[in-house]
């Protein structure tokens, strides 16, 4: 079982960068895909981006290419989401999730195991 706690989220103005932590606390996260998800008031829950157990393959959703970087520690277990050039649009709790099969890390249904959010919001 895993349990997943996520920091670093807060208030900044567009342009300025924030850096998400998610904390694990199971025996096996180090062999789990992790990846980040966003959700905005009034919208569905979006992939943000995912990495691999060995952090070799990293995805990440057109909308923050070249903006964000997913990047894991597994001696400590956990994984980081450096974000840059923030945008407004960028809004959003933003969720930490491990998914053990890795079959679809684009997917949210192929997670099993989330945290409880944390909260960015971008200022004009």
């Known amino acids: 079982q895993e349990q997943l706690v996520e920091s670093g989220g807060g208030l900044v103005q567009a342009g300025g960068s924030l850096r998400l932590s998610c904390a694990a606390s199971?025996?096996?996260?180090?062999?789990?895909?992790t990846g980040w998800f966003r959700q905005a008031p009034g919208k569905e829950r979006e992939f943000v981006a995912a990495?691999?157990?060995?952090?070799?393959?990293?995805y990440y959703a057109d909308s923050v290419k070249g903006r964000f970087t997913i990047s894991r520690d597994n001696a400590t277990k956990t994984v980081y989401l450096q974000m840059n050039s923030l945008k407004p649009e960028d809004t959003a709790v933003y969720y930490c999730?491990?998914?053990?099969?890795?079959?679809?890390?684009?997917?949210?249904?192929?997670?099993?195991?989330w945290g409880q959010g944390t909260q960015v919001t971008v200022s004009s």
């Open positions: 999730a491990a998914s053990p099969t890795g079959r679809a890390p684009h997917s949210q249904y192929d997670y099993a195991y």
């Open positions: 199971g025996r096996t996260f180090s062999t789990y895909v």
């Open positions: 990495i691999s157990w060995s952090g070799g393959n990293t």
